[in-house]
Every structure is written in structure tokens, then in C-alpha cells.
């Protein structure tokens, strides 16, 4: 996830300023980024930084469908990143 932070730093600042939160999900740790607004998807990544899915976003708002049950299932919210810019 430090690769991501370092990426949005060299971009500009989203309007929302992007974050991310780590979670469990399915016994593991997920990390979820946003996206600046509107019909964007948001990201899923495991702890190695591989894109699990897009659990919401798009044009219906329900992400990819991938992990439709992540917004239900999730558990630990930790904040771990947001953009102080």
C-alpha cells in the first residue's frame, strides 16, 4: 500500500481526498482505496497489493460484483492512509 500512497502523493488531490482502511474480509486483511467522485469504481487489494475486486462504483454504484458482500461482511475498520493535502 505504500506504492499506492506514493502514487496518489504524485497525483493531484482527489475532491474527496482519497483514503484507505484496512479490513478483514473472508479471513483476510483487505485493504480498500476510494476514488474521486462520481461512477468511479473503489478498489479492493490483499495484503500483497493484488486488486481482489471493486466492491462499489461504476454506473449502478455496486462495484463489479466480484465481492457484493463485502459493504455486509467487513470487520476491523482501521483508517491507514488519507490524503492530508
Not at 15 to 21: E, S
Not at 49 to 68: F, I, N, S, V
Amino acid at each position: 500500500m505504500e506504492a499506492k500512497i506514493r502514487q496518489h502523493y504524485k497525483a493531484e488531490k482527489a475532491n474527496p481526498p482519497i483514503h484507505i482502511y484496512s479490513y478483514q474480509y473472508n479471513g483476510l486483511t483487505v485493504y480498500h482505496e476510494s476514488t474521486p467522485c462520481c461512477d468511479q469504481f473503489t478498489n479492493l487489494y490483499n495484503a500483497a497489493g493484488q486488486l481482489l475486486c471493486h466492491p462499489e462504483g461504476g454506473l449502478t454504484g455496486r462495484g463489479d460484483g466480484k465481492c457484493a458482500d463485502f459493504s455486509e461482511t467487513r470487520t476491523e475498520e482501521k483508517l491507514v492512509w488519507q490524503d492530508p493535502r
